[in-house]
């Protein structure tokens, strides 16, 4: 940094991009008052120069190759807003940590993929590697755990993480679309991609939480050992019986460190969930993420808001820059990079919870008897039970709500029901979160 | 700092310097893994020393006298956890801005009140002045504002930042307590003191609340401009009424800053207040608490925590102290405090929003259309109307929700109302807030 000046160049010209000069340009005296440093952009970056993007760019230096934007004299902080695990992200990065510059980041896949090779790399290099707008965009959860909650012990995070899929599950619980047309909605409405997948079926989520495990739990990321599904199989039934008995239907990604036999294991689950109507993600609607964490001491403690668009990635974008700007050093993962472990992780069989179950049976004499006696071999005692008849059919819906049990138990009880003569649909169940 | 140690005292033993204690000396592997430093506790002192606080504090070094503990030599950290705005908390954290000392805090009162000539002298000696603690327990409300938000302009904050009250709410709320059964359950669970009236009449909010509107706005704390209501007067039956109407009563703080004739100006104040049971903080019960930030780029963001009790604060405490080892630094109200303002303050009668509004009224004809004329007269209109019999008398009870409306209009008609010799109580008013 020479004299009062934060220099930055920044790479990828997208909604978050955008939003990012502008609130440079809007609020650098705000910046100056808290810092003392003005932050100039000195370079900027963007496949398509001609790309009509709404916004006079003329006062900045253009680069149609951002990796020779990296050689520019005084350049401080590379911020890059590309995306991708690979390429040019990564070739960046990787570059300008040689060079000694800072790096800020809002890319989830990359950090969650390379994040340890790269934060190494900045440690070396005395530099700076931080990417609060990776994870749940306005909100800062990032600095929250790494700064906030640094003196406990983290036992859990349980987030919202994904706004493209709250919106479409907040469509389907309040206006009664289809799954797939409340996709179409998201669409139309600018929060779901043209391929929309890496976001339904879960892999965002699990991106953003391997980066929260690893703050927490001071473990190596690893996408491998991350249980996922999707929300794709869920079912406009599922919102009418879920509501009925109190609960709402929400994407999560859940992580949580347990000890075992005098070792510490961790979990990383991503699954639809049901959350109950009074519990602290009640209100978390439409694009809205949000985080609960429980630790020894802070306790339960949530964080709503914002959980993607430009304007709120790009104050995470910024509040990064400002730690910067004020010298404020942290590891990029909290702790030393060589530190961090591999931590074994437990299977989502060994999940101990309660399920919301639903199938069709037909509508007969006994088959009641012979449900409660397939959970009850199965020593599962059930909490609460519907029994609707399907307008379409003249079969019943039965849907059934269990106590804690362990998920190996539950699963076999489940493939005790399919063989069942009466059980006319496969069995879908969805997991209950006590959030 | 000597090398790789933080060397802190802590003055006050009560049950936030007793969680401190315990919390630094159960994580100091944390602690030292993210910062490699060790905090040492080399002194603590307190009033009595004989007092039996079930923790064995013969490893520390006793000071009678906190001014002499001062006089340590190698003291990087004061931790003063006494309380009071005045007497031996200013005194001693004076004396340690002048040994350049770090100070953290907890004392709400004292930064509210002496916050800024404290800021100064801190500044002045180039230590850093840390007060997580003293707003929202374990909430890092202050590191969020200060921080992760530094580079929005914050528009307003609303807080339940009293757990006391917030739990005395509740009480009343879900077990159908007068207000003084509340109170009563409140001293037995622990959550009220002997004079609660600091609490109930909400002096401890707007303490908190001038602190996090200084750091918002770069606005003087003054205590002087908030406008005050406590929680006394809320009887059952405005329980009874707002459930059926879908809202919650909450003690809030409330802060924001608007553009009037291009003069920035500020409101602050502290009021019951319905708020719907669908929103931000509808789940935010017993002694939680809450706040919500209105920002411009991050949007609306809601942190919910615990905001009272020993081990919350002292997470915060720690988080201060942490830092401090990673000699981070930031001017306690945000920016340099001498560039800190005294912005107008507007009035009350300004506030723009909707009431509820309780009273009893003579069952006999013509009555529902006069109370629609002096409605209609101060052109308020009204968004629902409840009219239930009295069981007690032969009186009606009404409740009406108005449209939003200028306080001052909404007092001219109230007062319309109460010359009425139909109504034989005196009307009673909550206002709503949309959070």
Redesign the interface.
Known sequence: MDGNNLNVGIVGLGTVGL?AIK??ED?SN??Y??TGKKINIIGISARDRKKDRGLSLDQYQWFDNPVEMLNLKHLDVLIELVGGSEGIALEIINKAFQLNCHVVTANKALVAESGIQLAKKAELNDVLFYF?AAVAG???II??IR???????IYSVTGILNGTCNYILSRMANSSMSFSEALNDAKLSGYAEDDPSFDIKGIDTAHKLSILSSLSF?SKPSLKDIYIEGIEDIAIDDFIFTKELGYQIKLLGITGIVQEKGNNKIFQRVYPSLVSN???F??VDEARN?VVTD????????????GAGG??T???V??D???IA??????PF???SE?LKTLECIDIKQRKGSYYIRFKVIDRPGVFASIGQVFNENSISMENILQKHDEESDKKNIVIVTHKIEEVFFIKALDNLKEKDFVVSNPKFIRIEEV
Do not use: F, W
Not at 326 to 331: Q, R
């Open positions: 939003s609130m440079i609020n705000i910046v008052q808290k609060e306005g909100i800062p600095k929250t700064e906030s909650l640094c003196g406990n012990s001071g009074k519990g602290l009640s209100s949000a630790s020894s001491h802070a306790g339960r403690s949530l964080l709503d808001g914002l304007d709120p790009a104050s995470s910024l509040s820059l400002i730690d004020k010298g404020n050093k942290n590891y909290g702790i030393q530190k």
